[in-house]
């Protein structure tokens, strides 16, 4: 019986590397398309887009800044200036949470909601059009557990954007 040998760790064989290259090739495509909608519809960067819609899931359409930028994988400082940007625009608000002062909560306004609504039909048709259509009900399922898989994995060793931080503690001498 041959002796196969053990995969080498600097490389992909070429089965990982074509899937490596699809998937990269799928996003860049995808959101190519779907920055272009947002800003033809609703002149937002997906950035702000993504703000926008998180804060639609939040209750009462709130969320504080640090839970925005775990959960969106973006750098604190790129995050404050989009949400500077939502809010000159009267899109969202941004207030020192009642709950710490540290913290800064960011709320949907009135318009922030609606121009959410307003964009995102377009934003599910984009989706449905590149990524949904050509798929099946298993290929969905497929992608959906396999992408899953891999987000899981990769949120257990998080850039520093997505990783959550620490409360700081306190010395008593």
């Known amino acids: 019986m041959p002796h196969t040998p053990p995969p080498d760790p600097e490389r992909l064989d070429p089965e990982q590397l074509a899937a490596y290259f699809a998937l990269m ?35 009462e359409g709130q969320l504080r800044m640090t839970d925005i930028a775990d959960r969106l994988v973006h750098s604190r400082s790129g995050l404050t200036y989009q949400v500077a940007q939502l809010a000159k625009a009267g899109l969202v608000t941004r207030a020192p949470s009642a709950d710490d002062e540290r913290s800064v909560n960011v709320t949907a306004t009135p318009q922030g909601q609606e121009l ?28 959906s557990d396999v992408l899953g898989r891999v987000r899981t994995h990769m949120r257990t060793t998080p850039p520093r954007s997505a990783t959550p931080r620490r409360k700081p503690t306190t010395h008593h001498d």
Not at 27 to 45: C, I, K, N, P, T
């Open 25 to 59: 090739e799928v996003s860049s495509l995808l959101q190519h398309a779907v920055d272009q909608q947002l800003r033809d519809e609703g002149d937002l960067s997906y950035t702000q887009f993504q703000i926008l819609a998180v804060l639609g899931q939040a209750p």
């Open 116 to 143: 959410l609504g307003r964009v995102m039909p377009g934003h599910v048709a984009v989706v449905r059009r590149l990524l949904v259509t050509p798929l099946n009900r298993s290929d969905i399922t497929a992608l």
